[in-house]
């Protein structure tokens, strides 16, 4: 299946999530396609199990034709990044540093240990015996928060404009240390490296502060070129260019 499928299926059923969600659960868009895709998910197990094996089979085709480390980490993240990052005030978020960078950092870090052993602890009551070491993987997935969703979610609860910028900047600067965490966690299972404390500093220097500084040069140097152009399409392509 070639790419212009398979996003034409992805927009497809992402409009139709959002329509179902719009229509019945009046969530936050990004939350509610969120859980209306768990439903439809749990949906298919169900019907497998109870001998409609088809559908199951058939996501199953189409999922396994997508390579997610590439579709996410050099695909998804960087739109949703980049679509967080223009509602934020930099003068505010630049007052909130430290706040920021506490919750980026070591926030994730606790994040990740309470999902992992909470995750453990729930799934063995359930009967499903999962390594520590798994449901740790899991926790470092699911500690990052979305951007987007982060400022969808504040917007409708009306949150003040102190607290929107710390949880924003928090769901900006997080992915950086929880990408880290989660290569470090993922030798740890997979390969069974030892944490080197050198390669751990490497990774973090490489992701957080590299991509950071690699960022914020370029988005100098756009707005550099941007002052000195007055044409909304040259504008707008530039800041797509990002």
């Known amino acids: 299946m070639d790419i212009l499928t398979l996003s034409s299926m992805l927009l497809t059923v992402s409009a139709l999530f959002a329509y179902v969600n719009y229509r019945l659960f009046k969530l936050p868009t990004t939350i509610g396609i969120m859980v209306v895709s768990l439903l439809f998910s749990v949906a298919l197990v169900v019907l497998s199990r109870a ?44 007052d909130k540093r430290w706040i920021v960078g506490i ?19 729930i799934l063995n009551a359930l009967g499903f015996e999962i390594s520590y070491i798994y449901c740790l993987l899991f926790g470092s997935l699911i500690s990052p928060t979305d951007p987007v969703a982060v400022m969808g979610v504040l917007k409708t609860a009306g949150a003040t404009k102190s607290l929107e910028t710390k949880i924003a900047g928090e769901s900006l600067f997080n992915d950086g240390v929880a990408i880290v965490v989660f290569l470090v966690i993922f030798g740890i299972a997979v390969h069974g490296d ?13 992701e957080a502060v590299g991509g950071a500084v690699f960022g914020f040069l370029i988005g100098w140097v756009v707005l550099q070129m941007l002052m000195r152009v007055d044409n909304y399409q040259v504008e707008v392509l530039l800041t797509l260019a990002l």
Do not use: C, K
């Open 51 to 94: 001998g409609f094996s088809e559908g199951i089979v058939y996501a199953r085709e189409v999922i396994g034709q997508i390579d997610f480390n590439q579709a996410l980490m050099n695909g998804m993240l960087a739109w949703l990044l980049f679509a967080g990052a223009l509602h934020v005030n930099l003068s505010e978020l630049i």
């Open 194 to 206: 030892p944490i080197s404390v050198p390669h751990i500093g490497g990774l973090f220097l490489q």
């Open 103 to 121: 919750l980026a950092s070591v926030g994730v870090i606790t994040s990740t240990f309470i999902v992992g052993t909470g995750t453990y602890y």
